[in-house]
């Protein structure tokens, strides 16, 4: 069986499935034409809610979605992950340690054991303090890849009904 997935800068999920013209008809049209079966989100500027209320059609259509928001002092608005999903999402991990609430990462499992995951790196420009910050994410990132760090956080949506708890990944 073959995996396809879809990498996708939204930059802004409300903006990305808003219809422009006959052109243009947004991320809805676009999801339930792909043949993508996960598509992987970086940008999705929005809260948990609003990103549920953005792609609801999408939902309503079977994709399952998990979002890291930007939750972070001075964030909101900017960054955040998300993974639409043509199957139930597992094992959903948000964010790394020393930047749980940034909407940088998320990692899930899908039903066939896959683990997939959404990343926007922090840019940065040599010698300021958000070239150190990107550093000190990547440190963080290399750890978690290597298996030596867990990350816990959990997540509710009002929209859903859901809570999720973030596991190892």
């Known amino acids: 069986m073959s995996l396809t997935i879809a990498s996708v800068n939204v ?3 409300r903006a990305a499935t808003k219809i422009r013209n006959e052109d243009n008809p947004g991320m809805l049209a676009w999801l339930t ?3 993508a079966d996960v598509v992987l989100m970086q940008e999705v500027r929005a809260t948990v809610d609003q990103a549920h209320a953005a792609l609801a059609p999408a939902l309503e259509q079977g994709w399952n979605l998990e979002v890291a ?4 002092p001075g964030a909101k608005g900017r960054a955040g992950v998300g993974i639409l999903s043509r199957t139930p999402l597992d094992d959903v991990t948000f964010g790394i340690p020393t930047f749980e609430d940034a909407g940088r990462f998320i990692a899930a499992t899908l ?3 896959t683990r997939v995951g959404s990343l926007y790196l922090p840019s940065g420009s040599a ?5 150190d910050e990107k550093y000190r994410f990547l440190d963080e990132f290399e750890a978690l890849l290597s298996g030596g760090r867990t990350s ?3 997540w509710s949506s009002a929209a859903t ?3 999720v708890t973030a596991a190892r990944i």
Do not use: C
Request: charged share 20%.
């Open 111 to 113: 039903h066939d054991g």
């Open 152 to 154: 816990i956080r959990t």
């Open 11 to 13: 930059n802004g999920i």
């Open 127 to 131: 010698g300021t303090a958000k070239q």
């Open 69 to 72: 928001p930007a939750e972070a």
């Open 161 to 163: 009904g859901t809570s």
């Open 33 to 35: 034409e792909t043949p």
